[in-house]
């Protein structure tokens, strides 16, 4: 499988961007989908995740209630609806892939996308 991330830009405080993750392959289905971010000079973070199926999430509290992930297995794409968006929601944004553990630490995650910069300002 290989991630694609898209659908970044610069938005203003308040405002809302949908990314986009589409996955080659025939395996998407199996994997855990995970979006993590990562603001200039700190540590990427964990931002939410969706089980393979699509029927639980987990988020970070910081992003709890503004973002929603959701999945389309067949498209083969995981979304990010980022709403009421502040400017600490600054960052590159990284869609990955978990084969087996679902949850939120990084290290489970072995397949990643390129990451899409998603810049709140006014």
């Known amino acids: 499988v290989q991630l694609q991330a898209s659908g970044g830009g610069l938005v203003q405080p308040g405002g809302s961007l949908r990314l986009s993750c589409a996955a080659s392959?025939?395996?998407?289905?199996?994997?855990?989908m995970g979006w993590f971010r990562q603001a200039p000079g700190k540590e990427r973070e964990f931002v939410g995740v969706?089980?393979?199926?699509?029927?639980?999430?987990i988020y970070a509290d910081s992003v709890r209630g503004r973002f929603t992930i959701s999945r389309d297995n067949a498209k083969n794409t995981v979304y990010l609806q980022m709403n009421s968006l502040k400017p600490e929601d600054t960052a590159v944004y990284y869609c990955a892939a978990a084969p087996t553990v679902f949850g939120r630490s990084i290290d489970p995650y072995d397949l990643w996308g390129q990451g899409t910069l998603v810049t709140v300002s006014s």
């Open positions: 392959g025939r395996t998407f289905s199996r994997y855990h």
């Open positions: 969706i089980t393979r199926s699509g029927e639980t999430t």
